[in-house]
């Protein structure tokens, strides 16, 4: 499966546990702007429409990662456990800064990196595009 494949399921999986423990739960998708924002919520019917958002989401081209995590910082009211999960490629102090505002705030943050095996080995050799 393609690494957006498996941050969707990743997502998913949290997201059910999650409201299996009575947590609330929601979801924010991004690219350059955010997509989709759903509001913690701890009832089982919203786990449906966290489904469904990712499900509706196509994957992105370019992000940019640093201005959309500073405009949900500002949103997000009430602490909690924040989940990242991305491949990570933006720049890092960019991402390291944007990410402490969630520290700031007195989230707990956790970022979850989802790259491709040949991201890691790069296995390609000759003139590639």
Known sequence: ????????????????????????????TFDTQVNEFLPARSRASHLQAIFRALLRTPPGGETEMAPVLRSLAAK???????????????EVPSLIHALTQFRHARHEVLVIQVLDPDELDFPFTGRLR
């Open 1 to 28: 499966i393609s690494k957006y494949q498996y941050a969707v399921r990743l997502a998913a999986s949290l997201a059910y546990l999650m409201i299996g423990q009575q947590d609330g739960v929601g979801l924010a």
């Open 76 to 90: 997000l009211q009430r602490r909690g456990l924040i989940i990242l999960i991305s491949d990570c490629f933006a």
